[in-house]
């Protein structure tokens, strides 16, 4: 982490975003990267939050949110990508804007075997389901790279995925 994002809340930020946007819907796994965001959210009675058993759930969930004209986030891991892939062709055949913040795993730092497959695949696996994939490696990126995410899903009715890399979140020691 450099020195610049050391002050940096980068939760927060997120959350003033989805407060700014008017997120009312967000669908979650628990995920330790996600966690004060999912706190802040969960605080707020402005905000619905579905705990999810499984990723693909929230595509439901947020193509219903805006067919009943509410904005949502999907929060997850990039190895629940892997669950959403069949659900993903809702989002195209249907036309919905889709957003998802997506905490890596299996890259820097990662001492999980399990999670670097799937953590390798996600920027491609989104790419070839039609998703414009952002990423934000440090604090100082993530304003800024959400910002841009949520212009495209909101005004431009696209679906973007954006990237928590886990030089931002820091490498889990077990």
Not at 77 to 97: A, D, H, W
């Amino acid at each position: 982490m450099s020195d610049a994002d050391r002050g940096i809340n980068w939760p927060q930020e997120i959350y003033a975003s989805f407060k700014a946007w008017d997120i009312r819907q967000v669908g979650y796994v628990p995920d330790a990267g996600h966690k004060q965001l999912i706190a802040a959210c969960l605080d707020d009675p402005e905000i619905t939050t579905s705990v999810l058993t499984t990723e693909e759930e929230g595509v439901g969930l947020l193509a219903g949110a805006d067919l009943g004209g509410q904005r949502g986030a999907l929060l997850m891991q990039s190895s629940g990508v892997g669950n959403c892939i069949n659900t993903f062709s809702l989002l195209s055949l249907c036309g919905f804007p889709f957003l998802a913040l997506v905490t890596m795993r299996g890259e820097w730092g990662e001492v999980n075997a399990w999670q670097m497959p799937m953590g390798q695949a996600t920027p491609k696996v989104l790419g070839e389901m039609g998703f414009l994939v952002l990423r934000a490696d440090q604090a100082t990126e993530v304003a800024e790279t959400l910002q841009s995410a949520l212009a495209l899903v909101f005004e431009g009715k696209q679906r973007v995925a954006v990237l928590l890399g886990q030089r931002l979140l820091g490498a889990k020691r077990f």
